[in-house]
């Protein structure tokens, strides 16, 4: 399977070299690496390209600003599917997500279109050192947006995803317009309203080990807000899908 794990950047120079290290420390000898860059501060990007160059087997986008998460997967995704490859995985930089478990969604893609590493089904876990103000927040802030666009998928909040390259293709891109953390609820959604077919597997959702978070109450109640909107704007795939 030639595999590409797109990863967005801003401000991860802490974290990328040791991600890298780990990810091409998994006996996957066809993956690859795509950064997206937002022209980080911290040198992310120049770092980025001394990788490549160590590695031969990074790639790197670099954008002129900060412009997003949502268009920087967007962005990450085109760019692999003009390379040929067989699947593409999304993750974060910060090591929130087990660099380990790319394995174990690899192994378990050939039986469906997009497998989501899930904090919400059985052996799913949040940080045990979170506190529990902050672990029932992001329960209900999953469970919220999965009631009110009545899917049965468990985990519709999390990053942590791989993509066949044909379910990539069948998504309708353009109409994509999230750009916060609510794009992994847009995406979601499209998807399961295309009838992609989803397998979740169990991951431990770790809070990062080095750098600063990027999720504050603002924009989880932005990505509150904008769920709603979502029913709106993709009705027509609604009537469809309860056709079929």
């Known amino acids: 399977m030639k595999l590409t794990i797109v990863i967005p950047t801003y401000n991860e120079a802490e974290n990328l070299p040791k991600l890298v290290s780990a990810l091409f420390s998994l006996p996957l000898p066809e993956l690859n690496i795509l950064v997206v860059d937002d022209n980080s501060p911290d040198g992310t990007g ?17 954008r002129a ?9 967007i962005a990450g995704f085109r760019h692999c599917l003009e390379q040929g490859v067989d699947a593409v995985c999304q993750m974060d930089a910060d090591f929130s997500h087990p660099p380990q478990k790319v394995v174990e969604l690899a192994e378990t893609l050939p039986s469906c279109d997009v497998v ?11 940080d045990e050192r979170w506190p529990v103000w902050r672990r029932a927040l992001s329960a209900f802030g999953n469970f919220y947006a999965r009631t009110i666009l009545n899917m049965p ?4 909040t999390g990053g942590f995803r791989l993509w066949s390259a044909a379910a990539l293709r069948t998504m309708p891109w353009e109409r994509i317009v999230s750009n916060g953390y609510v794009f992994q609820v847009e995406t979601a959604y499209v998807g399961y309203l295309l009838g992609l077919r989803y397998r979740e597997i169990p991951i431990y959702f770790a809070d990062r080990r080095w750098g600063q978070s990027k999720m504050s109450l603002r924009i989880q109640m932005e990505a509150a807000r904008r769920v709603w909107g979502l029913l709106w704007r993709y009705r027509d795939l609604r009537r ?3 056709q079929r």
């Open 65 to 73: 600003g900060k412009q997003g998460l949502g268009t920087a997967y």
């Open 240 to 242: 469809l899908a309860r």
């Open 116 to 126: 989501i590493g899930s904090r919400y089904v059985a052996g799913g876990q949040l």
């Open 153 to 156: 998928l468990r985990d519709v």
């Open 46 to 62: 120049a770092l980025a390209e001394e990788l490549a160059a160590q590695t031969g087997r990074v790639q790197v986008l670099h």
